[in-house]
């Protein structure tokens, strides 16, 4: 009898590590983003528009209505609405943003980000590199300059490189804003801290802070800060503990992800999830948000990396998360979806 106890008390200890692990490779780790993989086919190029191949495993971005970037190998471009569609085909409006044209029978991929790496081609005008003061050491951030007093400071969302950050950039440049795009700790070119990980806004905000500071100083009187994804918990996490929030004067979070739980619960929901998982790890979790954020190995339990959620009071306007679950932030509307500085 003992030593069945024991042989059980085995198994669910080592799920728990294993989910454990699952969770700091998924949630936490910092790794540099995933380059896109040149999959869709092209069938055709017209003067204003492109057919591209379609399969069951194509993205979702290639028939869904809005505006995409596509890359190919020596070049970028716009898809815009879509033209036709066909069992194998879709057909949209497409415009060639740089580099040479797309050929038929070559391989493209299809960027939810919409504008190749390069803020410059997202403003319209010239941007810089530039380098804030982190705590941690110097941060490079993309700087469009503007005739406005009030800057923008943009944080994109969690293992993803700035370029998430451009479609919002685009818009602020065009309005005349100072735009700062912002890398913080543990990104590619960015100092490391001492572990390494995503810690979701909980030591992030102080970069934050660092590049507000910078703006300040450079003749910003006041900022509004967009967060993308968990960029959106680094924003609501500088509110409430930088005594810069009051120079703070408007907020957009872009689907932001103010609940690591929640992130983590859908990741366990997924279906590849629980396939790599196997019955026995599945077993030793169980079924409750408890028993699977009890999983956290020690020193990473959800209190000092969750945050709460968007503070009240101050101005801010929000984009929905319903298409993206694994950033449930919510509907975090204002009184409306307009800019609010």
Known sequence: ????????????????????????????????????????????VGTRSITLGREPGSPRELTAPGT?????????????AILATGPDRVERAFARVEGAAPRAGERSAVDGYAWPADPSVAAGRPAREVSYASPLGPAPAWLVEGRRDTWVILVHGYNAARSETLRALATTARLGYPSLAVSYRNDPGAPRSPDGLRRWGATEWRDLEAATRYALDHGARGVVLAGFSMGGAVVTSFLLESPLASRVRGVVLDSPALDLGEVIDYGVRRPEAARARGPTAAGAHGDSQGDR???????????RLCRPGRPAGRPHAGLPSGRRPDRPGGDQRGPGLGPTW
Do not use: N
């Not at 910092?30 to 092209?42: M, Q």
């Not at 995409?68 to 815009?80: A, I, K, T, V």
């Not at 954020?293 to 209190?303: D, F, N, Q, V």
């Open 1 to 44: 009898m003992v030593l069945v106890v024991v042989l059980v008390l085995l198994v669910f200890a080592g799920g728990s590590w294993f989910y454990s692990g699952e969770i700091r490779a998924g949630a936490l780790d910092a790794k540099p983003p995933t380059p896109l993989a040149l999959r869709t086919e092209v069938l055709a």
């Open 293 to 303: 954020r009890g999983a956290l190995r020690p020193g990473l339990g959800p209190a």
């Open 68 to 80: 995409f970037g596509l890359r190919w190998d020596e070049g970028y471009g716009r898809l815009g």
